[in-house]
């Protein structure tokens, strides 16, 4: 059973478009949702997290934004630029354990 | 301020061996999980070691052991490879204290089985 379900699979937007990537939980125990991106060969980074005291947290360009009732959260990426073009994964887990549960990946291009 | 180190970057064995990958964590940091990826797939949690000890474990069977030494670094053991092992191995750093402390990752360990 997937504890985290994200889509789409895959993303194109024009340059200064903006990326939207979206998540879905069903264990309400979750109450740490992070964002990660991966480059080809690389580890995931961390880019931003939320807990679900608050439904929006934006760093920079990057925004989640979070639905307790609906069990949902998504990362919203502003004026898109070809750097930006990634795997962009989800994630969340229970406090105090560590162990996080990733979604499948949303690979996105942006288009110059 | 190195970040979490693996070794090595890439590896091939055969069906039936056994392996051995390395993981030193951020400096710091005192916890490290392991994470499978496969191809086009999000990590999947192996385990997490603290304190050398493990502390949790996800779904996967006892052919995947590991260790962690008094310095927090840690290894990961798979013994009689399956095809199916073929994977990005991700080794995970953070702090304990404090509960859901960011993780570091490394760049992974890509094995191959033939």
């Known amino acids: 059973q997937q504890q985290v379900k994200q889509s789409p699979q895959s993303l194109i937007v024009q340059k200064g478009g903006i990326s939207i990537i979206n998540c879905a939980y069903e264990?309400?125990?979750?109450?740490?949702f992070p964002w990660y991106q991966q480059f080809p060969g690389k580890g995931p980074a961390l880019l931003i997290a939320i807990r679900p005291d608050v439904s929006e947290k934006k760093e920079g360009r990057f925004t989640i934004s979070f639905n307790k009732s609906a069990k949902q959260f998504s990362l919203h990426i502003m004026d898109s630029q070809p750097g930006d073009s990634a795997t962009y994964f989800c994630a969340a887990s229970m406090d105090n354990f560590n162990k996080f549960y990733f979604g499948s990946g949303t690979k996105l291009n942006v288009k110059p | 301020d190195a970040g979490v180190t693996q070794s090595p970057t890439h590896l091939i064995k055969t069906r039936g061996q056994q392996v051995t990958l390395r993981c030193s964590p951020k400096s710091g940091h005192d916890t490290v999980s392991w994470y499978q990826q496969a191809l086009g797939q999000g990590p999947q949690f192996i385990f997490q070691y603290y304190e050398e000890e493990e502390r949790q474990r996800g779904n996967f069977p006892d052919r995947f052991s590991g260790h962690q030494f008094p310095n927090y670094s840690s290894e990961l053991n798979v013994n009689a490879l399956l095809l199916g092992d073929s994977a990005l191995y991700l080794c995970a750093s953070s702090l304990k204290v404090g509960g859901n402390q960011p993780q570091h990752f490394g760049d992974g360990t890509r094995l191959s089985i033939l």
């Open positions: 264990n309400t125990a979750f109450d740490y």
